[in-house]
């Protein structure tokens, strides 16, 4: 790899996934709050014909997850890398802002901060 985009190692990788499964995480609390608030969405409609047209993983939703990135890679999110619109799955949004953050730890910082090391 060029030095703009270093090799991660075995350790960045398993930063990654952790953060990867925190993300998961985060995103099945959000949504079952979210899907308990919506559940029968009124007369007349229904919550999937008021919504449906909404990215399911909006950008203010992948924002509130900057801790989780703080706290796996030691640098805030950049909120600039998140993709305007929002994303249709969770998964997309791992996939594609997991390693664009982790690239840019790396860039940062030579390799992916882990919670531990920032303590040290």
């Known amino acids: 790899m060029s030095d703009d985009h270093p090799e991660p190692s075995k350790l960045d990788a398993k930063v990654s996934k952790q953060l990867a499964k925190d993300l998961h ?8 709050d979210w899907d308990a608030q919506v559940e ?3 007369a007349g409609g229904s919550a999937s014909d008021l919504w449906g047209c909404m990215p399911v993983v ?3 939703a992948v924002a509130r997850t900057a801790p989780i990135f703080e ?11 998140i993709r305007p619109g929002g994303y249709h799955s969770i998964d997309a949004m791992v996939s594609d802002l997991v390693p664009k953050m982790v690239r ?4 940062r910082n030579g390799s992916v901060n882990t919670a531990k090391e920032i303590e040290a």
């Open 40 to 42: 029968g969405a009124g």
């Open 25 to 32: 995480d985060f995103w099945e609390a959000e949504t079952t």
């Open 104 to 107: 840019k730890g790396l860039k």
């Open 58 to 60: 909006d950008s203010k």
């Open 71 to 81: 706290k796996h890679l030691g640098i805030p999110l950049d909120v600039r890398l």
